[in-house]
């Protein structure tokens, strides 16, 4: 079981920045890939961003690539989320999951709770 902890939203206005940071719990984070998804009111959850286990491979939504940055910190177990140049269509809740290896791969078995980003125009 992994438990993930959001933070580092809120409201920003257009053309700034935040880092959205999450934290697991668990021994075993550097063999998860970790992502971030996001949902705006109204639409569905979408993808972000994804980054596997040793940090060597990243990807990106197109409406985010090259504004927003996938990190982790495998010593800290804590995987971040770099956003510039924000815009309001980037306001959504942004969620962290994570992704074991085995069976279940790609189906991102655990959630945090979500943290709120508003941007304003």
């Known amino acids: 079981q992994v438990q993930l902890v959001e933070s580092g939203g809120g409201l920003v206005q257009a053309g700034g920045s935040l880092r959205l940071s999450c934290a697991a719990s668990g021994r075993t984070f550097s063999l998860y890939r970790m992502g971030w998804f996001r949902q705006a009111p109204g639409k569905e959850r979408e993808f972000v961003a994804a980054?596997?286990?040793?940090?060597?491979?990243?990807n990106y939504a197109d409406s985010v690539k090259g504004r927003f940055t996938i990190s982790r910190d495998n010593a800290k177990n804590t995987v971040y989320l770099q956003m510039n140049s924000l815009k309001p269509e980037d306001t959504a809740v942004y969620y962290c999951?994570?992704?074991?290896?085995?069976?279940?791969?790609?189906?991102?078995?655990?959630w945090g709770q979500g943290t709120q980003v508003a941007v304003s125009s």
């Open positions: 980054i596997i286990g040793n940090g060597g491979s990243t």
């Open positions: 999951a994570a992704d074991p290896p085995g069976p279940r791969r790609g189906e991102y078995a655990y």
